[in-house]
């Protein structure tokens, strides 16, 4: 990864290495990380038996719409995930800086975090971890789309260019459209599309065209 910018790059070894660490806990069969750093819905804890048969408490705690970012569930899970960071994250921290770069990523991380966390409460009932960077993958294509919105992108399995807002605007409506419908239930969409919100009022923050002005504004 030697043309990566320093963030992008090191944000791609912490993911990498703590899916490495899931797979030699075995994380998906012991919760061994999932219990405490996976993203679980506001309330009181599950008491139920763990691996070992003894039994074991989860629930939400106050680091976990940071730290459920960097877990992810299976190896096509991380796989895209890292593939739209190393596709456009570069791109994004040299516009941005590493500074701002860094705390774009958190910002929609944990926008994401707190839009799943409201759909988690009021419209879906179940005791279930969200996992994943997606949420933040989502926030940077959408600054993608916003500051380089003529630039081709091409799909594996949709091999026709196009337009990167189009691109980002039509990945956006589909995943309100499956959010809403229910399709593929086990995917977080309403946390894409909270990514991608707070994204987008950082990027309007830092450019000046919120009533809370920023001290220095994006050039672009």
């Known amino acids: 990864m030697p043309n990566l910018p320093p963030v992008t790059r090191n944000l791609l070894i912490a993911n990498i290495a703590v899916f490495l660490l899931q797979w030699l806990l075995h994380d998906d069969s012991t919760m061994a990380l ?23 408490s989860w629930g939400f705690r106050l680091w976990q ?5 960097f877990l992810h569930g299976g190896f096509n899970h991380i796989f895209a995930n890292m593939l ?4 456009f994250g570069g791109t994004i921290e040299r516009t941005f800086g590493a500074r701002n770069f860094l705390i774009y990523y958190l910002v929609c991380a944990i926008t994401a975090a707190l839009a799943q966390l ?8 179940g005791i279930y971890p969200t996992v994943g ?5 989502f926030g940077i294509l959408l600054a993608f789309g916003m500051f380089y919105p ?6 594996l399995f949709f091999p026709v260019p196009m337009p990167a807002w189009l ?54």
């Open 34 to 56: 999932t219990r405490t750093f996976a993203l679980w819905p506001v309330g009181p804890d599950t008491l139920a038996p763990g691996p070992d048969g003894n039994m074991v």
């Open 65 to 69: 719409p940071v730290t459920y970012a």
């Open 84 to 87: 739209g960071l190393y596709m």
């Open 118 to 125: 409201a759909v988690a409460q009021w419209l879906i009932h």
């Open 133 to 137: 960077a997606s949420g933040a993958i």
């Open 150 to 155: 003529q630039e081709r992108i091409m799909l």
């Open 167 to 220: 691109f980002v605007t039509g990945y956006a409506v589909v995943e309100l459209v499956s959010g809403v419908t229910g399709a593929q239930p086990n995917v977080a969409h309403f946390a894409h599309l909270g990514g991608m919100l707070g994204g987008y009022v950082l990027i309007e923050y830092w450019r000046g065209r919120l009533p809370l002005k920023p001290k220095t504004r994006l050039s672009r």
